[in-house]
């Protein structure tokens, strides 16, 4: 029983933990380096974030992506966390209330933490009721980013998966783009 | 809840059901040993590793192969993760693991649960990842199934002894099954998105002027095997929610497809190892039922979004959305939730502990079911099988009969096994969620004050003794109390369930199989489905009643009477 057992432990660690996985990483650099490097976008050759990873935009210049419970800072993309808060949590609700601040039917993604802490989508709702405040930072006719959103509106996959979404990172680029 | 949602959940389970019918072909094949063209380089890899597949093996010399791979492999993982801050492949320099949660992981990966106490792009270095983590994510899933194959051995034959090599299983299904659907799953994944790298992390400039720190690493690969296996056991945190390990709801309906198929194609083997396919699609038939039934329900009670954030201005559209990713949508949220604590899996695309109190409970309740809905690779059949013997037995007692499954007697040594089998699970969750809700060691970890503290700590023991592996994932797991017992319920869970099931299989393998008489109670039509069905809800899950009613029944009525904690 011995060499059966060793020879399927050692094997299977050098096989499916060493060879295979360097393998497939080696294939996926050659055939798709871009995605398997974790769709980097760079700009002058300097990295400036990841298509799919969200990013902390504060002030009233950007769209803001959704709440985040990362815990050093929003958005930690080496530790993705969320907040575990339950649905009768005091805690929960304090901090929904006063991201709501008085306001009436707010889209529900922009009231609660993502799960992932680095959601890089909103609701198009959640952008289009960002847009007179852009607007107003940046001296720009509502109508330009209202067309902006609805450009930038990514539909459900193949037709029926998932919501519609904006990705936050990319209007946002798009936005400075209007300088 | 849409229609459009609707159409997403009968789209994805339908490919998964369509999948199983050739999956569940190679699976039988498998048992059978007929490798066609492969039986030549299979025949030089079992002669390499010193396996007479020909040798069969009685259900005791079954059991002991398996305990001491799985005791061997626990020991290998545990001194990987021990001795990771001295070992290569570790670019962002972490420590070694310490013991106790060393400890509770290499168990949590042996028993194919992965609970995780640790955030792995926080703690684990690529080799303990790849060379530890991912391997027993195979070695775990093989060993499941190399199980279920011994026990449907025994219903297939009769008058023998043997159950089959549990060497030459595992090798099998290892190299011919888990393999070939691992990698072709992996670079599904690597096109939608998923990192294959060995680089650590990224530094980025962002637009707005700051910095941010993005972790990588060799993750489809992994990705891949810890949905098909349904280990449940993330490269990341936050598991299947991080947009690396789901970047797109085309990424989770795969995994939710994965994560499935091999539990449901396993019935369909059974059906044609015994012989008769209907046997296999009754089977089905319960778990896809309890499935459709658990992913309405979370989705009806998350559609409808929690009533005190709406009062305070929140808009009812979107429904409950904290703890949840907009890319996915509720629906796959909750086919996801439904199928990862049905089948034993445990990964996540929506954080269940900001569920809504009757979100939250569904999936809790289906581990507690006794993750047989569908259950993990292999362990969903022969847990399936039990509850299908009981059945018979109660059905036997109404009308006066002995009963029989498949032309095999079911007599007292069968049923008093079967019943130990299923007792396991609700002494191992209710006695350790009782001790730990009493002693100060075990109440230092919740975060949630009241009935929701009470369901985040019910939740941990179900799902380790299920072995799952998902959580509510307040509770700070990683403590000496919570890391030992926690790592015991997963023995249990895994070993004091399987010990009963295959000495119940070694007693059928030696009984004839009977012909059908004129009293025989068909086992493939809607009559034994139900019943079937009904000893799963009342067998399985009565005895949480009183733990649920003060759990998140409690908490939904609180919910709605406007009170927080």
């Not at chain 2, 459009?4 to 094949?29: D, E, M, N, T």
């Not at chain 2, 799902?463 to 023995?491: I, R, V």
């Amino acid at each position: 029983m011995l060499r059966p057992l060793l020879s399927l432990l050692l094997g299977s660690t050098l096989l499916l933990g060493v060879a295979v996985p360097l393998g497939v990483t080696a294939i996926a650099g050659l055939t798709m380096p871009e995605r398997a490097g974790g769709s980097l976008i760079r700009r002058e050759g300097q990295v400036i974030g990841s298509a799919l990873i969200g990013q902390n935009f504060e002030g009233d210049r950007w769209f803001r992506g959704r709440p985040s419970a990362t815990s050093a800072a929003p958005y930690d993309a080496s530790s993705s966390a969320a907040s575990q808060l339950g649905p009768t949590s005091a805690a929960l609700l304090a901090a929904v209330t006063e991201r709501v601040s008085g306001a009436r039917e707010v889209p529900a993604d922009a009231a609660t933490a993502s799960g992932s802490g680095l959601d890089p989508h909103i609701s198009p709702e959640s952008a289009r009721r960002q847009i007179a405040r852009i607007a107003a930072a940046r001296n720009l006719p509502v109508q330009r980013l209202a067309t902006l959103v609805e450009q930038n509106i990514e539909a459900r996959e193949l037709g029926l998966l998932g919501e519609p979404r904006v990705n936050v990172l990319r209007i946002n680029l798009a936005l400075e783009a209007f300088r | 809840m849409t229609l459009i949602g609707w159409a997403q959940i009968a789209l994805v389970l339908g490919c998964a059901l369509l999948l199983a019918v050739p999956v569940g072909r190679w699976l039988a094949a498998l048992a059978e040993g007929r490798l066609g063209g492969l039986a030549r380089l299979d025949a030089a890899v079992l002669r390499a590793a010193g396996v007479d597949a020909s040798r069969g093996q009685s259900w005791q010399g079954f059991l002991l192969a398996m305990l001491a791979f799985n005791a061997a492999g626990f020991a290998l993982l545990y001194a990987i993760l021990r001795l990771q801050g001295v070992l290569p492949l570790n670019p962002q320099g972490f420590a070694s693991i310490p013991p106790y949660l060393a400890f509770n992981t290499a168990i949590s990966f042996v028993t194919n649960t992965n609970w995780q106490a640790y955030s792995g792009e926080a703690a684990m270095s690529h080799l303990s990842q790849m060379m530890g983590l991912a391997v027993q994510n195979f070695l775990s899933a093989a060993t499941g199934i190399a199980l279920a194959f011994a026990v449907m051995r025994a219903f297939a034959t009769g008058g023998v002894t043997q159950l089959g090599n549990f060497w030459a299983d595992l090798t099998r299904i290892t190299l011919w099954l888990l393999l070939p659907g691992t990698l072709l799953a992996a670079f599904a994944f690597i096109a939608m998105g998923v990192p294959q790298t060995l680089a650590a992390s990224v530094i980025a400039a962002t637009p707005s002027g700051g910095e941010q720190t993005i972790a990588l690493g060799p993750v489809a690969f992994q990705l891949a095997i810890k949905h098909l296996g349904t280990n449940g056991g993330g490269f990341f945190g936050v598991n299947s929610l991080h947009p690396f390990e789901g970047p797109s709801a085309l990424a989770t309906s795969l995994q939710i497809v994965l994560q499935v198929v091999l539990p449901f194609g396993l019935c369909l083997a059974f059906g044609r190892i015994v012989g008769d396919a209907r046997q296999g699609r009754a089977l089905l038939a319960v778990m896809v039922g309890f499935v459709l039934v658990a992913t309405l329900s979370i989705y009806a009670a998350e559609a409808a979004g929690n009533p005190l954030h709406i009062a305070a201005g929140v808009s009812p559209i979107q429904g409950n959305m904290e703890g949840k990713d907009v890319r996915f949508g509720l629906a796959l949220a909750a086919l996801f939730t439904a199928t990862t604590t049905g089948a034993s899996c445990g990964a996540v695309n929506a954080m269940i502990d900001s569920f809504t109190p009757l979100g939250g409970l569904v999936p809790l309740f289906l581990i507690q079911l006794g993750e047989v809905l569908p259950g993990g690779v292999g362990s969903g059949l022969y847990g399936m099988l039990v509850f299908a013997l009981l059945a018979v037995f109660i059905a036997g007692l109404m009308v006066g009969r002995t009963p029989e499954y498949l032309g095999k007697k079911v007599q007292a040594r069968e049923v008093k096994l079967a019943m130990l089998a299923v007792l396991v699970l609700p002494a191992v969750i209710l006695g350790f969620t009782a001790a730990a809700l009493v002693l100060p060691m075990g109440l230092a970890s919740l975060q949630d004050a009241g009935p929701h503290g009470l369901t985040e700590m019910l939740y941990a023991y179900s799902s380790a003794a299920g072995n799952n592996g998902s959580a509510f994932g307040g509770l700070t797991a990683d403590t000496p109390w919570l890391n030992t017992t926690l790592g015991l319920s997963m023995l249990l869970g895994r070993f004091a369930f399987v010990i009963p099931v295959l000495a119940i299989a070694g007693s059928l393998a030696a009984k004839p199989r009977a012909p059908e008489g004129p009293g025989t109670l068909p086992t493939h039509g809607p009559l034994f489905i139900g019943l079937l069905a009904g000893v799963i809800l009342i067998l399985g899950g009565l005895q949480y009643l009183p733990s649920l009613a003060l759990g998140p029944i409690a908490e939904h009525f609180a919910m709605l009477a406007g009170q927080t904690f």
